[in-house]
């Protein structure tokens, strides 16, 4: 897998996107929400990060469960990235790309977060405060891997 390092200079926009992101450390978990400082989830988080980049959300989210991913079966999560960002290249993973996740290999993707540098990322879960953590133990469980559109 190739990830952001020292040979590859991010981008001012890529550098925009992780600022970004890191001024959401410490919301608290906040099921369906996305207001940073009050509380998200990992929807949540990348949802507030689109709107400070570019004003509003590209669609109305839908009130979901925590099991809305199984219940229904459906790639909801990875249907949504791939409408609203650029996919990357198999085992290109940079600065300020979006990440999605399985926790099963055969369930839907139902985790997002935002990578921040060569070996971390952005994210929130259940429990836990909006932090930045090691990427690599998120890594095997990694769907997809989606860049945000240059304005």
Do not use: N
Not at 14 to 39: D, F
Not at 81 to 97: E, N, T
Not at 109 to 132: F, L, N, P, R
């Amino acid at each position: 897998m190739t990830q952001q390092g020292s040979s590859i200079t991010p981008s001012a926009w890529r550098m925009q996107i992780v600022a970004q992101a890191r001024q959401w450390i410490g919301t608290p978990y906040l099921h369906q929400a996305s207001l940073r400082g009050h509380g998200c989830d990992c929807l949540g988080l990348v949802r507030g990060v689109w709107r400070a980049l570019y004003g509003q959300e590209p669609e109305e989210v839908p009130a979901y469960t925590a099991d809305w991913g199984e219940a229904m079966g459906e790639e909801h999560l990875l249907a949504a990235a791939i409408r609203h960002f650029y996919p990357q290249p198999r085992g290109v993973i940079l600065c300020g790309d979006v990440v999605v996740f399985r926790w099963q290999a055969s369930s839907p993707a139902k985790h997002i977060g935002i990578i921040t540098g060569s070996e971390t990322m952005v994210h929130a879960h259940a429990g836990a405060c909006v932090a930045e953590v090691a990427f690599g133990i998120w890594a095997r469980k990694m769907v997809g891997c989606f860049s945000f559109p240059e304005p």
